[in-house]
């Protein structure tokens, strides 16, 4: 296992401005970007004008920040948020450089274990470990909420004759040809193929559905960029 920092440079500091450190970094939680089972991601921005990551040349970007906050139920939970830091801090080293320029995975800065709620967005008491991952924010819309129209919420209620037969507001049902359709498809595949050639040397990702890849799509081309 990969270093972790522990309590003494991660916790939340107990007031109202969302505040946690991370790796001896102290980072305001601007907004929730999405949540979880037992997780929470907030877009952040650095508080301090030290931005330099511990042990490394990186330095924390004062826009396009995210940090993950887990709150794990149990040990088994723990152990598994702990490893799912370890695993992006060990993809960020593997990475080919030109999945790192296109920014398709997020960037690694730190992780840490610590023992406190993050203000009250988050569930857990203030008694168990909390796992903090701070990382870069990426840009983009959930893949089955691109594709379909509606959110992974609505997913689960609608119809299966709404959501294959009638254009759903946003969706992208009949709005590309077969042959568009095939280039969109090769498009994503060829973007995510390299990440997993990387990460099949490291683990294996148990949850590949469409909900855990993003696209970007860009209107004056047409095309898709996936992360």
């Given at each position: 296992a990969l270093p972790i920092s522990r309590s003494a440079d991660c916790h939340h500091i107990g007031d109202s401005t969302n505040t946690v450190v991370v790796g001896?970094?102290?980072?305001q939680c601007l907004r929730k970007l999405g949540k979880g089972s037992f997780a929470t991601v907030w877009e952040a921005r650095p508080l301090e004008g030290n931005s330099r990551v511990h042990g490394s040349n990186l330095l924390l970007p004062d826009s396009g920040l995210a940090i993950k906050i887990?709150?794990?139920?149990?040990?088994?939970?723990?152990q598994a948020c702990i490893l799912e830091a370890e695993i992006l801090q060990q993809l960020a080293k593997s990475l080919p450089q030109d999945v790192i320029t296109a920014n398709r995975v997020p960037r690694y800065f730190s992780h840490c274990i610590g023992g406190a709620d993050v203000a009250k967005h988050t569930v857990g008491s203030p008694k168990s470990s909390q796992v903090f991952v701070a990382m870069s924010k990426l840009e983009g819309k959930a893949?089955?909420?691109?594709?379909?129209?509606?959110?992974?919420?609505?997913?689960?209620?609608?119809?299966?004759?709404?959501?294959?037969?009638r254009p759903l507001p946003g969706g992208q049902l009949a709005t590309r040809s077969i042959g568009a359709a095939c280039a969109a498809s090769a498009a994503l595949i060829s973007q995510m193929a390299p990440v997993f050639a990387a990460?099949?040397?490291i683990a294996y990702h148990r949850d590949?559905?469409?909900?855990?890849?993003?696209?970007?799509?860009?209107?004056?081309?047409?095309?898709l960029n996936s992360s």
């Amino acid at each position: 296992a990969l270093p972790i920092s522990r309590s003494a440079d991660c916790h939340h500091i107990g007031d109202s401005t969302n505040t946690v450190v991370v790796g001896g970094h102290r980072l305001q939680c601007l907004r929730k970007l999405g949540k979880g089972s037992f997780a929470t991601v907030w877009e952040a921005r650095p508080l301090e004008g030290n931005s330099r990551v511990h042990g490394s040349n990186l330095l924390l970007p004062d826009s396009g920040l995210a940090i993950k906050i887990s709150n794990p139920t149990n040990d088994q939970l723990l152990q598994a948020c702990i490893l799912e830091a370890e695993i992006l801090q060990q993809l960020a080293k593997s990475l080919p450089q030109d999945v790192i320029t296109a920014n398709r995975v997020p960037r690694y800065f730190s992780h840490c274990i610590g023992g406190a709620d993050v203000a009250k967005h988050t569930v857990g008491s203030p008694k168990s470990s909390q796992v903090f991952v701070a990382m870069s924010k990426l840009e983009g819309k959930a893949l089955d909420q691109w594709l379909y129209g509606v959110d992974e919420n609505r997913l689960k209620i609608i119809s299966m004759n709404d959501l294959l037969d009638r254009p759903l507001p946003g969706g992208q049902l009949a709005t590309r040809s077969i042959g568009a359709a095939c280039a969109a498809s090769a498009a994503l595949i060829s973007q995510m193929a390299p990440v997993f050639a990387a990460l099949s040397k490291i683990a294996y990702h148990r949850d590949v559905s469409a909900h855990n890849f993003m696209v970007r799509e860009d209107r004056k081309s047409t095309r898709l960029n996936s992360s």
